[in-house]
């Protein structure tokens, strides 16, 4: 059985968590330290959901839901969604996207938006299946240097 919350304090568990889920994201990113998990968890710009295995305990997946307001409206977007390897396939990514869903209507949002790589074909699916739709635009990105 899986729990979602909306992680309220940064513990030992949680960062242990992390340092094992976020290598399953990004190569390139280092797992985040309890400085900055806490200013995620504290900020009122976002909102980090977990999901617990309820029989182990244990963490096995996370999201990050980012609330912000812009003159055209309040917006949501969803960010870092990682499901553990070893839990993958027992609704967990949909669970945790249910959760960021209700949470970004309960604040106003109108809509949620997310990005996916074209590689992660289970992900997509599940996104196009939740409700999702994907847009017609462009992504662009600006690296800066630092």
Do not use: C
Request: overall charge negative.
């Amino acid at each position: 059985m899986i729990h979602v919350t909306e992680v309220v304090e940064v513990d030992d568990a949680l960062l242990a968590a992390f340092a094992r889920l976020i290598p399953q994201l990004s190569s390139s990113a280092p797992p985040p330290g309890a400085d900055e998990l806490a200013a995620i968890v504290t900020s009122p710009a976002t909102v980090l959901f977990v999901a617990r295995d309820t029989d182990e305990g244990t963490v096995v997946g996370s999201l990050t839901l980012a609330l912000f307001r812009i003159p055209t409206g309040m917006r949501a977007w969803i960010e870092d969604v990682v499901v553990d390897e070893g839990a993958r396939g027992r609704g967990i990514g949909e669970a945790l996207s249910r959760a960021a869903i209700a949470r970004a209507e309960a604040e106003g949002a109108k809509t949620v938006d997310l990005t996916s790589r074209p590689s992660r074909e289970i992900a997509n699916r599940l996104y196009r299946r939740i409700g999702f739709a994907q847009r017609d635009t462009n992504v662009y990105r600006y690296r800066l240097e630092g």
